[in-house]
Nanobody, 126 residues
Framework: QVQLVESGGGLVQTGGSLRLSCAPS????????MGWSRRSPGKSRELVAL???????DYADSVKGRFTISRDNAKKMATLQMNSLKPEDTAVYYC????????????????????WGQGTQVTVSS
């Protein structure tokens, strides 16, 4: 079964940096848009950043100038570099992919849509 594997996250002080990475497991053929969203206690989910297959990006206003999303198409991986972290960045961060193609050993080429990772905790202490 294909999964989105996230890594990174943890505890950091205000002003510090963290890097999150995300990649689907399995035999991935192509990936469209990859992104990161976050959810803080008592708040609705917020789109943080996304990167399309052509490399174009979008960011939430709250993270512009501090966060950078990038992708490695060869490794089928997206990375979110988070700098100048603030306590309000504390949240569970979720990687997501809108659509990707993968090779299933039994069924051949399959399509997966709206895939989400399990989430990774980012905590910024004041």
């Amino acid at each position: 079964q294909v999964q989105l594997v996230e890594s990174g996250g943890g505890l950091v002080q205000t002003g510090g940096s963290l890097r999150l990475s995300c990649a689907p497991s399995g035999s991935i053929l192509s990936i469209n848009t990859m992104g990161w969203s976050r959810r803080s206690p008592g708040k609705s989910r917020e789109l943080v950043a996304l990167i399309r297959s052509d490399g174009s990006t979008d960011y939430a206003d709250s993270v512009k100038g501090r966060f950078t999303i990038s992708r490695d198409n060869a490794k089928k991986m997206a990375t979110l570099q988070m700098n100048s972290l603030k306590p309000e960045d504390t949240a569970v961060y979720y990687c997501h992919v809108d659509r990707f193609l993968f090779n299933d050993e039994s069924l051949g080429v399959r399509e997966a849509v709206d895939y989400w990772g399990q989430g990774t905790q980012v905590t910024v202490s004041s």
